[in-house]
Every structure is written in structure tokens, then in C-alpha cells.
């Protein structure tokens, strides 16, 4: 179990900000060769990239790299050389079926170097969210999603709003993707950087709908993303109880308890012995 609460895009030529990003207390790192990126420099992101994972020394537990889309003419170069380092994760930009899934999975497949690469994939478009069946399960390698709401707004020609209620169907969708193909699950990122309270409110109702976690653009929005992702202290507290009765229950041969007034089931004890397990974990990466 590894927590997502936070990855942070950096732009991979950005050596001072990729040098801060390693001693950050995000759950990932995700070097950009995309949209941070100018044409001309696109070569040498990528080999800036693949030396700053060579040498190490991130903090993070996730640490990936955000490639071009399939459709540009820097995407294969970008797989080839990242296949050979054997990266540990690949963020692919604008997957709108398939066959862009089977594109990156092909190259891969020829490299032995990368045999554990993992794919992340970004749903930012209609057709994209429209075909998300097809793409989660086109290939083991699959494990993440984000969802990118900037694009998809554009794509929709739809509106930005507070409550984001132009993009709550396609979040709807994308989340039941994740969870009935077993993918981690990412919000987009906020966009106005310096709007702390609007950030906070845009993860709360990320984390509400069911988001494993939230994307970032900048550290200042670190702490908030961990908290609001991350177990409470409260949460903590009242999962303990939810197990303490329910176990109770079942030692009087009951299979089911109540707590302040609320049934606690089976399934209730679950997701809090999960919540404890990720708390535990995260404690102890503090610890690290």
C-alpha cells in the first residue's frame, strides 16, 4: 500500500525546482516532458529526466515521468528512451482509446530494461472518458488514472465553475472505471495556485467523490492535498471504535454493531482497518 495523496508535476528542465522536488513531502513526483515543455527542448527534458532518476534521492515513493501525447512526434522517442532507463512509471497524456494504451505498451514490451514499468494513464478528453473501459483494461501495466480537468473543459466547451458541475459526470465515470478495473484513482489539478481556500474546498470535494488523491502544480499545495487525502485524526480515532464494536458484536455472535447510532457491518470494518493500515503507513514514511 503506497498513499497518493499528492503528486506533483515538475517540469523536467526545471533543475532547481526537480532538485527541491526530491526532499518534498508528496506522495509522487511526476517529471513533465509535456505541456512545461517547449518544442525545441523536448530531447533534452527527456535526458534531464532520466538523470535525475539515475541519481536518486527522492523522498517521494512514486516517482514518474509525464511523457508527450501519442499523436506528437516526440511520444515514441520519449517511450523508447524511457524503456531503456527502465523508469518505474509512465504518465501518458490524452488517452482517448486503446490503441494509444497498446502504442505505449508495444515499446515496453521490446525492452527487457522495462519489464515493471507501470503506466498512468490521463482521461482529458469526452472520447477519452466516453472509452474508458477499453482503456483501463487494455493491459496489466495499468495501475493509475488522472483526470484532467482544464483539457476536458475545453473539449466540452463547457464552463468552469466552483462546483465544477460541468465536469461531475466525466469525474462520475472515471472513478467507476478505477474502481471496477482495480485503478488508483487521481483528481486534476487546481489551476490557481495561490487560492489556498479554493484549493482546499476543490480537494475536499475531490476526496467526497472518491478520489485516491490530487494532482499539483505547485509545493504550496503539498500540505493541504496530504491532509485532506491523508486519515485524520479523527478519522483515525473513530475507525478504532467501528473495529472495537464490530469485533465485539462478532465475539457475541452477531454480524452486526452499532455506534453512535449508525449500523457498523462487515464492510464498515474493512475500510477502517484499510484506513489504519494507510495511516500506519504514512507514520512510518514520516519516519524514513
Known amino acids: ?16 525546482a526537480v532538485e527541491k522536488s526530491k526532499g518534498l513531502d508528496c506522495d509522487g513526483v511526476i517529471l513533465d ?18 538523470i535525475a532518476l539515475a541519481d536518486g534521492g527522492f523522498a517521494a515513493s512514486l516517482q514518474m515521468v509525464r511523457v508527450n501525447s501519442v499523436e506528437t512526434e516526440y511520444f515514441a522517442s520519449d517511450v523508447k528512451a524511457l524503456a ?35 503506466l498512468w494513464i490521463m482521461i482529458e478528453t469526452a472520447i477519452g472518458v466516453m472509452n474508458l473501459r477499453e482503456i483501463c483494461t487494455e493491459s496489466q501495466r495499468v495501475v493509475g488514472m488522472i483526470v484532467g480537468p482544464n483539457d476536458l473543459l475545453k473539449d466540452m466547451k463547457a464552463r ?10 466525466s469525474y462520475g465515470l472515471c472513478l467507476l472505471a478505477a474502481r471496477a478495473y482495480g485503478l488508483i484513482c487521481i483528481d ?16 475536499t470535494q475531490g476526496r467526497v467523490l472518491g478520489f485516491d488523491g490530487k494532482s499539483l502544480i505547485h509545493p504550496a499545495q503539498i500540505s493541504p492535498a496530504n491532509a485532506t487525502f491523508g486519515p485524520s485524526a479523527e478519522e483515525i480515532a473513530y475507525a478504532k471504535r ?9 465475539a457475541k455472535g452477531a454480524g452486526v454493531a452499532t455506534l453512535d447510532g449508525e449500523l457498523v457491518e462487515h464492510l464498515h470494518a474493512d475500510d477502517a482497518r484499510a484506513l489504519l493500515k494507510m495511516a ?3 507514520v512510518k514514511r514520516k519516519g524514513t
Open 33 to 50: 516532458l509535456e505541456d512545461s515543455i517547449t518544442p525545441a527542448r523536448k530531447a533534452e527534458a527527456r535526458d534531464a529526466a532520466i
Open 160 to 169: 468552469e465553475t466552483t462546483g465544477q458541475d460541468a465536469l461531475l459526470t
Open 280 to 282: 500506519d503507513v504514512i
Open 84 to 118: 531503456k532507463a527502465g523508469v518505474n512509471a509512465i504518465v501518458v497524456p490524452k488517452v482517448d482509446t486503446a490503441a494509444d494504451v497498446r502504442a505505449v505498451v508495444q515499446i515496453l514490451d521490446t525492452e527487457p530494461a522495462a519489464k515493471n514499468t507501470r
Open 242 to 250: 467501528q473495529i472495537e464494536a464490530y469485533e465485539a458484536a462478532e
Open 1 to 16: 500500500m503506497i498513499p497518493t495523496r499528492s503528486l506533483l508535476f515538475v517540469p523536467a528542465l526545471n533543475a532547481r
Open 188 to 203: 486534476g489539478v487546481y489551476k490557481k495556485f495561490t487560492d489556498t481556500d479554493g484549493f482546499v474546498a476543490n480537494c
